[in-house]
């Protein structure tokens, strides 16, 4: 039976969870504050919950490894699209005089963090499945589309949050939830024939060969704090070292940041399946790609060199990242991969913790630092990528 009906409903799936994480990440704080919730609370709501992601990640890996991606994916996604309906009637509750702030805020704060602990199994079981359903050569190929499906619904949320997000914050979150919702029924009925467990109570599944792992985390990590650390600095280096208004410096950094995304959603939607390359030389042309943008969007003089480098380094991560997991995923038993995606995906948490904590301290030393070390980061990459030899990458 063809795989593409399932694999299809998966990427919709991830897509318009992608976009409801973009827009609640955007307008929940200005939301919160417009109705009595302090910033410090609801940096708190969403940090609590992110942290509560990447512990129970590797957990939710477990057992989709144990009883099978779907009912995992179907759990994720319902509770994802609970939350934005839940959040819509808070907020006209709030509005309309039938709760005060403070419950509000806890009745949002118990529901996200149950929301987070049950969707915190999605991108294991989804990274779990693509692997099951890919053949070894395919394997990036796969793993490019899991990302673009992501990047592509980050971008949808952001362009809901700029054109609904003030005016009809509700509308929005409901057309979110509804989207959420049919990708969750897609994924019900299009997986039941070929998402299946992958061991039963009497067969030990192998564990995650965590020595193995270990170069593939690394670059995880080092390579999404370098590019979370941007999504910190890249408005306030417009400011303090080409002098655009805090307003402008805003806009300009957006568009900086979405062209960006775009070019490493095209790169993994479009470009990698052509290419045929094996892991390995995904990550050695990525890492190196993406240095010398990095270098050069440290160096730009001018704004429109620091918007040439960004698309650059949109592509080089574009190879990067999937080639990464795909590697991952080779180096991976069959029976422990979506236990080693929920680990890489407790990599991917703390870097994107740490990078924007890192840019901000680096900032404070120069408008540049935040992207020189942005390349150390990537070099650390590349002599990870060329010291081990291909069969490192292809498991």
């Known amino acids: 039976m063809s795989t593409r009906p399932a694999v299809a409903a998966l990427l919709a799936a991830l897509t318009a969870n992608g976009a409801g994480h973009a827009f609640l990440l955007i307008t929940l704080p200005p939301l919160g504050r417009a109705r009595g919730f302090g910033d410090v609370e609801t940096g708190l709501l969403l940090g609590l919950s992110a942290l509560l992601m990447v512990v129970a990640g590797p957990v939710w890996g477990h ?3 144990r009883i099978g991606r779907r009912p995992v994916l179907v759990a994720g996604l319902a509770a994802a699209a609970l939350f934005p309906a839940l959040l819509a009637w808070t907020l006209d509750a709030l509005d309309g005089g039938r709760l005060d702030a403070g419950r509000a805020y806890g009745l949002l704060l118990a529901a996200r963090l149950v929301q987070a602990a049950i969707s915190a199994g999605i991108m294991p079981a989804a990274q779990g ?3 099951d359903v890919t053949a070894r050569d395919r394997r990036a190929g796969g793993m490019g589309m ?39 029924l897609l994924v019900a009925l299009v997986l039941r024939a070929t998402a299946r467990p992958v ?23 080092a390579g999404l704090a370098a590019y979370a ?11 303090d070292q080409f002098g655009l208004a805090p307003a402008a410096s805003i806009e300009r950094g957006g568009a900086l940041l979405a062209l960006t995304t775009l070019a490493m959603v095209a790169t993994q939607g479009l470009v990698i399946g052509r290419l045929g390359w094996a892991p390995a030389r995904l990550v050695r042309r990525g890492a190196v790609l993406a240095l010398l943008a ?17 698309v650059l380094l949109g592509a080089g991560f574009g190879l990067l990242l999937p080639g990464n997991l795909a590697g991952l995923s080779l180096a991976t038993p069959a029976g422990a991969q979506a236990r080693a995606a929920g680990i890489n995906g407790m990599a991917q948490g703390l870097a994107m913790a740490a990078g924007p904590m890192l840019g901000a301290m680096l900032h404070q030393l120069s408008p540049t630092a935040p992207w020189w070390a942005g390349a150390v980061l990537l070099a650390v990459i590349a002599g990870i990528a060329f010291r081990r030899r291909s069969e490192a990458f292809a498991g």
């Not at 992501?150 to 509700?170: E, Y």
């Not at 990095?294 to 960004?310: E, F, H, R, V």
């Open 129 to 131: 499945f693509l692997a």
């Open 146 to 184: 899991m990302g673009a499906a992501f990047g592509l619904g980050s971008i949808l949320g952001g362009m809901t949050a700029w054109r609904l997000g003030g005016a009809s914050p509700a509308v929005a979150l409901l057309v979110l939830s509804a989207a959420i919702a049919a990708g969750t």
């Open 229 to 239: 650390q941007l999504q910190q600095v890249t408005a306030l280096r417009l400011q």
């Open 294 to 310: 990095m270098a050069m969007a440290a160096a730009a003089p001018a704004i429109l060199w620091l918007q040439i480098a960004m």
């Open 63 to 65: 057992v989709a490894d």
């Open 199 to 221: 061991s039963t109570a009497t067969t030990a599944t192998p564990r995650p060969p965590l020595g193995r792992l270990l170069p593939f985390l690394a670059i995880t990590f």
